[in-house]
């Protein structure tokens, strides 16, 4: 049943990231095409430092950064009198009150933390790529709609979401579609921030077991279980090129591009 449980744990995991990832991506654009030269820098800063680190190596360092970070927070509030150093040798260590979770928390709370941060380390990596993204597609925006809808009055935060925003999506389904398959294929990486995903539970329960640890003991079955896996994500990432494929003929219709152009051939 946790091999099981586990396939809707990927996709809790994707339901959230996905619009998180988003609104990253959103925000990072907004500022690498702001005015201003500091929020200007903070939003490419952001694009090229996440984009530039693999993506193995930002999920095992920032996961450990933030819960370490979080834990020296608590441990300023919560332990003021402490004496000894957090840092001894390779070891980080705080008061038991400020342990995040708490040791005697429930089960289902660390597996909640786990999971939150998680979901924050793949928000902000994929955050950067889709940043990138909306960035290229707001530039690919003709500039003389932009003019048109300023010699009308509007100010610049009215052409901002009247007119560049809503047009720059045509640009930038075809790359975030392909973030999206990316972020499908990325999910096993849940196994190594310590979440038991579903790659987790197909190598434990497909790996040879003997009467001696279990009363079902079996050969090694884990090409079964992988295969299995391999079967979902073929399907999972099919369903997933129709639902773009039907969004990106919506987005083209009308549009002064390709796709567009071939909509309006074929009505004529």
């Known amino acids: 049943m946790a091999f099981y449980g586990a396939f809707g744990t990927v996709l809790l995991l994707l339901a959230i990231t996905a619009p998180a990832a988003m609104a990253f991506g959103f925000g990072g654009a907004m500022a690498a095409r702001s005015r201003i030269p500091p929020v200007s820098w903070l939003g490419r800063g952001y694009i090229a430092v996440v984009r530039g680190v693999p993506d193995i190596a930002f999920f095992l360092f920032f996961v450990i950064a933030l819960d370490q970070g979080i834990e020296y927070l608590r441990h300023k509030i919560k332990c003021p009198d402490w004496t000894e150093p957090l840092r001894q040798g390779s070891d980080f260590i705080v008061c038991q009150a400020a342990k995040m979770p708490l040791g005697n928390s429930p089960q289902w709370v660390h597996e909640a933390y786990g999971f939150s941060l998680a979901v924050l380390t793949f928000a902000i990596v994929f955050g950067a790529f889709a940043a990138n ?44 579609g ?19 995903d579903i ?20 050969p090694d079955w884990r090409m079964w279980y992988f295969l299995a896996l391999l079967v979902f994500y073929l399907c999972f990432t099919r369903v997933s090129e129709i639902a773009l494929d039907r969004v990106m ?12 152009e071939a909509q309006r051939k074929a009505m004529t």
Do not use: C
């Not at 010699?151 to 975030?176: C, E, H, I, K």
């Not at 987790?200 to 497909?206: D, K, S, T």
């Open 133 to 176: 993204v909306l960035y290229g597609a707001m530039r690919a925006v003709p500039r003389a709609q932009l003019e048109t809808a300023e010699a009308y009055g509007m100010s610049p935060r009215q052409t901002f979401w009247r007119v560049l925003v809503p047009q720059m999506w045509v640009y930038a389904l075809p790359g975030l």
């Open 178 to 196: 392909n973030l999206w398959m990316v972020l499908i294929k990325a999910t096993p990486l849940l196994f190594l921030l310590g979440v038991e």
């Open 199 to 218: 790659v987790y539970w197909a190598r434990e329960l497909g790996g040879a077991k003997t009467p001696r640890f279990t009363d079902y003991p079996h």
């Open 249 to 260: 003929r919506k987005l083209t219709k009308g549009q002064a591009t390709s796709g567009g």
